[in-house]
């Protein structure tokens, strides 16, 4: 599991803690950078910057997950840049949500870790104690929810927290 992390962490929270914990889910989407300019805008800079600790968690899927045709030489040529392509994706991603928190005057925790994002989610829950998770909604309907599924409704149900799904206002008429 590789981590980057752009501040240090707070140890686990404890009965009697000073903090409120709160993890953002981001990927390379206007809806998670949507939830984190919600979470910044709402909870950090509200007044209770120094009793939040934000923490921002991309998921970066393994190559092997992105691949799935050719014979294993093909693969292996189209693994590594695949591969590459996802590291350069999540450095933006990192680099988005850092100058989003700094513009902000934001102090966060940032980490990458490899994984299914709904799974690297939870568990960063779990790790960091959080108290709210706030992750962007695609909008998707039923149908197509059920065939490509739903980060932010996996976490809603499997989360050991509040969730917070920011969705996409719709258009004034």
């Known amino acids: 599991m ?3 992390k752009a501040a240090a962490t707070a140890g686990p929270l404890e009965e009697g803690r000073s903090k409120t914990v709160v993890l953002v889910g981001v990927d390379d989407s206007d809806h998670s950078y949507r939830a984190l300019e919600w979470a910044v805008r709402h909870v950090a800079t509200a007044g209770v910057a120094a009793a939040t600790e934000l923490v921002v968690v991309h998921a970066k899927q393994a190559a092997s997950s992105v691949v ?12 590594r840049y ?5 590291r350069k ?14 513009a902000n005057s934001v102090e966060g925790v940032v980490e990458v870790i490899d994984g299914e994002p709904r799974y690297v989610i939870c568990n960063a829950v779990e790790k960091h104690g959080a ?3 706030v992750v ?5 309907g039923a149908i197509k929810r059920a065939f490509l599924g739903s980060v932010s409704d996996y976490c809603a149900h499997h989360a050991h927290c509040s ?3 920011v969705k996409q206002p719709k258009p004034k008429k």
Do not use: K, N, P
């Open 2 to 4: 590789a981590e980057t």
């Open 68 to 79: 799935t045709v050719g014979g294993a030489a093909v693969a292996g040529d189209v693994v």
């Open 82 to 86: 695949v591969e590459e392509d996802l």
């Open 89 to 102: 994706r999540a450095d933006e991603v990192v680099e988005r949500a850092r100058s989003l928190c700094v």
């Open 131 to 133: 108290d709210l998770l």
């Open 136 to 140: 962007g909604s695609h909008g998707y």
């Open 163 to 165: 969730v917070m799904i």
